[in-house]
C-alpha cells in the first residue's frame, strides 16, 4: 500500500529526478547528476551510484536530488558500505559526505509512521556488516529512495565524483537462506520534522519516546550525533532499565569521527514489546559558550528480529506523520543543517 498523495512514477537506474534542483554550485555545461543502480554478481553486491559531482576545495553543503529506483533482484542484504570515488576512480575523502539515506517507502517504520530507513550513514560511519545468517529481505521491483548532501571542507578539489553504496546480498536462490530481519531507526526529535536542533552552551540532553509496533529481539544498534556530543542512550523506560549507551571518539577539534556498535548476537538480542515505553537520548556539552542554530541531532539505528514478521504493519496511506515525511525527504528538509538555512539545504544522517 502506498500514500494516496505519493507518485507512482519511478526514476529507473540512470534517469535523474527534479532537473535542476542540483545546478545551484554546477558549471553551465555540467553533466546532471544521476542515479546508477547496478548488481556486481561477481562480488554479490547490489551498487548503488549517485554522480557525477563537482566538489570545489571548501565548499558549503549541498543536498543533492532524491532518487527513486527499483531493487532489480530477490535477495538479502547483509549490512552496506558508502565510498566516494573521483572520475579517475581515486578515492576521495569521506569527509565529503555529510549523509546518504536509503528508504524503502513501502514499508513503515517500528517505532513511528514514517517510511522505513533501511540505510544512514554520515562521515563517521564505517561498513556495517551482519553475519551471512542474517539479512534484509528485499525483492525484484521493491521501490528505494536514495537521499544524500556531500561538501569538501578540504582544501583540494574534486571533480567528476561518485558516491557509491555498496550492498552485500545473498540470492533468494541460495540453498540455505538467512533469518529475515529488518532495521529500524529512532530520533531525538520527533520522527517527521527537522532533525537538526539548536545546541545551547553547557550541559543539555534531549529525549523522545515511542512504543514499538510489534514485539522482537534487537540484535545491534549504532547512532550519529554532532560536535560536543557526548552519549547517546536507549532505555527501556518501563523496566527501567539501559539497553545500550553509545559515547562519541571525537578528534583533537571536538569533531566526531566514530560511534560504538552495540552487539547483542551472542545473547539472542534484547527483547522488546509494545506495551513498554522505550526512550532515546542524546547528551551534549557546548564548551563554545555559544548557542550553535541547528548544531546537535541525536539518532540510532539498529536491526531486529520481529518474533512473527507477518505482523509488521503496513503504511498507513492516511497517516499525516507519513505525508509530512514523504513531503520533507522530497523537498530535501528531512534533516536540517545549521550550515545551510539560507540556501534552504537541509540534511542531516538520519
Given at each position: 500500500m502506498r500514500p494516496r498523495v505519493l507518485t507512482r512514477s519511478l526514476v529507473l537506474l540512470s534517469l535523474a529526478v527534479f532537473p535542476g534542483a542540483?545546478?545551484?554550485?554546477?558549471?553551465?555545461?555540467?553533466?546532471?547528476?544521476?542515479?546508477?543502480?547496478?548488481?556486481?554478481?561477481?562480488?554479490?553486491e547490489l551498487v548503488m551510484e549517485i554522480g557525477p559531482v563537482e566538489l570545489p576545495a571548501e565548499s558549503e553543503h549541498r543536498q543533492l536530488p532524491p532518487f527513486h529506483a527499483v531493487v532489480p533482484m530477490d535477495a538479502w542484504l547483509h549490512g552496506y558500505r558508502v565510498e566516494m570515488v573521483d572520475g579517475d576512480g581515486?578515492?576521495?575523502?569521506?569527509?565529503?559526505?555529510?549523509h546518504v539515506n536509503v528508504i524503502s517507502p513501502g514499508q513503515r517504520e517500528l517505532f513511528s509512521q514514517i517510511m522505513l530507513r533501511v540505510a544512514a550513514v554520515g562521515q563517521e560511519t564505517g561498513p556495517v556488516a551482519m553475519p551471512r545468517m542474517f539479512g534484509y529481505r528485499v525483492r525484484r521491483g521493491q521501490e528505494l529512495i536514495v537521499t544524500s548532501m556531500?561538501?569538501?571542507?578540504?582544501?583540494?578539489s574534486y571533480h567528476d565524483v561518485w558516491l557509491r553504496v555498496h550492498f552485500p546480498y545473498t540470492p533468494s536462490s541460495a540453498v540455505v537462506r538467512p533469518v529475515s530481519v529488518l532495521p529500524f531507526y529512532m530520533d531525538v526529535m520527533p520522527p517527521a520534522s527537522m532533525h537538526s536542533y539548536d545546541l545551547p552552551p553547557g550541559r543539555s540532553s534531549r529525549t523522545w519516546e515511542a512504543r514499538p509496533a510489534v514485539a522482537g529481539r534487537i540484535l545491534a544498534v549504532g547512532g550519529h550525533m554532532?560536535?560536543?556530543?557526548?552519549?547517546?542512550?536507549?532505555?527501556?523506560?518501563?523496566?527501567?532499565?539501559?539497553?545500550?549507551?553509545?559515547?562519541?571518539?571525537?578528534?583533537?577539534?571536538?569533531?566526531v569521527v566514530?560511534?560504538?556498535?552495540?552487539?547483542?548476537?551472542?545473547?539472542?538480542?534484547?527483547?522488546?514489546?509494545?506495551?513498554?515505553?522505550?526512550?532515546?537520548?542524546?547528551?551534549?556539552?557546548?564548551?563554545?559558550?555559544?548557542?550553535?542554530?541547528?548544531?546537535a541531532m541525536g539518532a540510532l539505528g539498529g536491526v531486529i528480529v520481529p518474533d512473527d514478521p507477518a505482523s509488521w504493519p503496513v503504511v498507513d496511506p492516511d497517516s499525516p506523520e507519513l505525508k509530512l515525511d514523504w513531503r520533507l525527504v522530497h523537498t530535501?528538509?528531512?534533516?536540517?543543517?545549521?550550515?545551510?538555512?539560507?540556501?534552504?539545504?537541509?540534511?542531516?544522517?538520519?
Open positions: 542540483a545546478r545551484a554550485q554546477s558549471a553551465p555545461m555540467a553533466r546532471p547528476v544521476e542515479l546508477r543502480v547496478r548488481m556486481d554478481a561477481e562480488r554479490r581515486n578515492p576521495v575523502p569521506r569527509s565529503t559526505i555529510h556531500v561538501h569538501n571542507p578540504t582544501e583540494t554532532h560536535q560536543y556530543g557526548t552519549a547517546l542512550r536507549l532505555e527501556d523506560a518501563t523496566a527501567g532499565t539501559v539497553i545500550w549507551e553509545g559515547h562519541p571518539v571525537v578528534d583533537a577539534q571536538g569533531e566514530s560511534m560504538p556498535l552495540g552487539r547483542f548476537l551472542w545473547t539472542l538480542g534484547v527483547p522488546v514489546r509494545p506495551d513498554h515505553l522505550y526512550r532515546l537520548t542524546a547528551e551534549y556539552d557546548n564548551t563554545s559558550g555559544e548557542t550553535i542554530p541547528g548544531g530535501g528538509n528531512q534533516g536540517g543543517h545549521a550550515h545551510d538555512h539560507a540556501h534552504m539545504h537541509h540534511g542531516g544522517s538520519q
